[in-house]
């Protein structure tokens, strides 16, 4: 690898939502790890209620700042800042990111080197270095079934960290990514639809990848040798995280089966609304939500009027959402 800089512009989008702690540390890791890397580094700030982050503006004048009046969600947010992006490439990363010891000249090398690779990404751990769930097969009746059963799932999720690659640092092909670092050229980006703005959070990733995957018929490649560090969630306030995480979780999966053929997509639609009536069923002997039953029965009946209303499922976009 060479020493002088990369000439390939990398466009460093991040979407912030009352984050700005996260931020300061993730763009201080951008710029201590970018090594010869020449980049961009866009923010958008999907119209947060904590104003901290207009003082940023002093504080990284290199950043390019863009303040929306609205949160539309994730992929808004990114699509927003990819049309003001000049790089070659584009890295889409959670304010929430931190890289550490890593050089993203890894993933430019890779993709200058690989035309049939469409999407690169890392292993994510999070602050003890402990390996996180960062990738996955496409959603499977086999995957659903398991979320009936936590022991099932979390089975699943482990073996997807154990996996012998990670452990050796080679490279592998994965389905999709999670969307807190995605690395992807600008065109393939473009020719792939972008992320889908129906989805307010959640399997937009799943989707950009199923695309890149399956319609420009690109492998998406994880690449060992580069980490990142991940706080989860941080974007979402305690009290309606739950609110939030389950609604949208369901939504957007009924958006993404969308991609599937009749047979499948109906498999899975049937597993996933077992799933949420099976919740509905042991809500009353549900001891985590003890003194807030009755307005967990409201939601999850909204999660239930998703499997039944094609109209609710596409007007729901700001459900528990303040926009």
């Known amino acids: 690898m060479q020493n002088k800089e990369n000439t390939q512009l990398v466009s460093v989008i991040i979407v912030n939502f009352n984050t700005h702690k996260n931020l300061k540390n993730c763009l201080d890791s951008i710029y201590l790890y970018k090594k010869n890397v020449n980049l961009e580094i866009i923010v958008t700030d999907n119209n947060s209620t904590d104003r901290e982050i207009e003082k940023f503006v002093n504080y990284f004048p ?49 993709l200058e080197k690989n035309e049939n690779t469409g999407i690169v990404s890392g292993v994510m751990h999070d602050d003890k270095d402990n390996i996180l769930y960062f990738y996955n097969d496409f959603p499977s009746e086999s995957w659903e079934l398991s979320l009936l059963m936590s022991g099932i799932v979390q089975k699943k999720i482990y073996n997807l960290n154990a996996r012998t690659e990670i452990k050796k640092q080679l490279n592998f092909e994965v389905d999709w990514f999670h969307g807190a670092f995605i690395f992807i050229r600008k065109t393939d980006f473009e020719k792939a639809g972008k992320f889908n703005e129906e989805y307010f959070m959640y399997y937009e990733d799943v989707e950009l990848c199923f695309k890149v995957k399956n319609n420009l018929r690109k492998k998406n490649v994880c690449i060992p040798d ?14 309606v995280s739950d609110d939030i995480y389950i609604f949208h979780l369901n939504r957007s999966k009924l958006l993404f089966i969308r991609n599937y053929n009749f047979f499948k997509r109906n498999i899975l639609y049937l597993i996933s609304l077992t799933n949420v009536i099976s919740r509905i069923l042991l809500l ?39 926009k």
């Open 284 to 322: 009353p002997f549900w001891k985590k939500y003890n003194g807030i039953k009755r307005e967990k029965f409201f939601q999850l009946m909204k999660i239930l009027k998703l499997y039944f209303s094609n109209s609710y499922l596409l007007s729901s976009k700001f459900e528990f959402i303040k």
């Open 226 to 239: 580069f980490t990142y560090y991940h706080s989860t969630k941080s974007s979402l306030a305690k009290e």
């Open 62 to 110: 290199e950043v390019s700042f863009n303040f929306r009046n609205v949160n539309d969600g994730f992929a808004s947010g990114c699509n927003y800042a990819a049309e003001r992006a000049n790089g070659k490439y584009l890295l889409f990363m959670n304010p929430d990111v931190e890289i550490k010891n890593s050089s993203l000249e890894l993933l430019i090398d890779y």
